[in-house]
């Protein structure tokens, strides 16, 4: 693609970042957070996720939501589903791409879904059934999520052998690309790269990867830097760092987008994204969001000066 960016960026605060909130984010609100996104130069948005509204009532306004994201055609939309009711959900949405979860640790899986991960599996199966029962040209790209990848709240560390097995289990199931998620933030940049590459060698160079990451430890960073080092060009990240799984007790935010913007331009890689536009997405997040949930380094060291 011409001047495709050299690391691609999903802002994942529509998604991860409100699904923790206990305020709900007028739908106006939400639609102004992803046009401001998107005219900040970001071109994959999680805007949303497809799960029952008495369980994450922020997304009882999903439909709606999608429906305005979609009509950014310069952007892939894209939604987390839990499960294959929430896929047909997605997909009567017109989504361009699902994020599907499944956890490597038992626990948090039972926790998050109330499913074994053989069931979850199962269910992968099944949403990759309908995608390929679409016409071609109308088929959302399938992401096969791997929570927990890098250690469990509940579980505590995670093995990599786990974490290799799931994600050969996504590709054999016909996965577009894997996502590693530190769901809890309890990565190291050494864990980041020996997974990352062990997965890698498990999967070969076709299969595209990202990398999902949030601060706990605040190592977000320096793991974001360790994934360029083992070959990740594909990030999640949230605006002002807002996120957190609500079956990962004290975990962080996700890894701040401007944050991460800034420190890949300086590293002289480009993201395609205008920092001054996205820094003022925070003005809409801080008019219905306590300050106490917003972070960034950039935003507090008052960077860059006008
Ligand atoms: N969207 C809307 N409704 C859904 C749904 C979905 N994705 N999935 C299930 N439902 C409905 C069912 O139709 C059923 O409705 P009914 O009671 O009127 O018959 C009801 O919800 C229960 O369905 P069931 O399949 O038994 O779900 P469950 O209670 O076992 O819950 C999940 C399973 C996956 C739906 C739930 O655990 C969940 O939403 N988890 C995601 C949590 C999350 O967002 N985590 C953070 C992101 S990783
Ligand atoms: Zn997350």
Redesign the pocket.
């Known amino acids: 693609m011409a001047n495709a960016p050299d690391v691609h960026i999903c802002e994942a605060g529509p ?2 970042g409100l ?2 909130l206990d305020i709900f984010i007028p739908t106006e609100a939400k639609r102004a957070l992803i046009d401001a996104i998107v005219a900040a130069g970001v071109r994959e948005i999680d805007a949303g ?8 009532p922020q ?1 009882a306004d999903v439909e709606i939501v999608m429906a305005h994201a979609l009509t950014h055609k310069d952007a892939t939309i894209g939604a ?10 997605a997909i009567a949405a017109g989504v361009d791409a699902i994020y599907f ?1 499944i ?1 490597v640790s038992e626990t948090h899986n039972q926790a ?4 074994t991960i053989e069931e979850q599996l199962e269910g992968f199966r099944a949403v990759r059934a309908a995608i390929d029962a679409r016409p071609a040209g109308n088929r959302p790209h399938l992401m096969g ?1 791997i ?1 927990t990848a890098f250690g469990c709240s509940m579980e505590g560390r995670i093995g990599e052998g786990s974490v290799r097995r799931l994600a050969a289990a996504y590709a054999e199931a016909g996965a577009d690309e894997i996502g590693l998620a530190d ?1 809890v933030g309890y990565a190291t940049p050494p864990l980041i790269k020996q997974i990352v590459q062990g997965v890698r060698r498990d999967l070969g160079p076709a299969m595209s990867l990202r990398l999902h990451l949030h601060d706990t430890l605040g190592m977000g960073l320096a793991n974001a830097v360790a994934g360029l080092e083992a070959g990740i060009r594909r990030f999640d990240a949230a605006v002002s760092g807002l996120g957190g ?3 990962a007790p004290g975990a962080r935010g996700n890894i701040v987008t401007e944050d991460l913007v800034f420190m890949l331009e300086e590293m002289g890689l480009s993201t395609g994204i205008g920092l001054d536009r996205l820094m003022a997405t925070r003005a809409i997040l801080s008019a219905h969001i306590p300050a106490r949930h917003l972070t960034g380094h950039l935003h507090e060291a008052g960077i860059p000066k006008a």
């Open positions: 998604r991860d699904q923790n996720s497809f799960v029952p509204p008495k369980v994450v997304f987390l589903v839990p499960n294959f009711k929430g896929a047909e959900r979860v956890s998050n879904v109330r499913r999520g929570s769901t799984c609500p079956f």
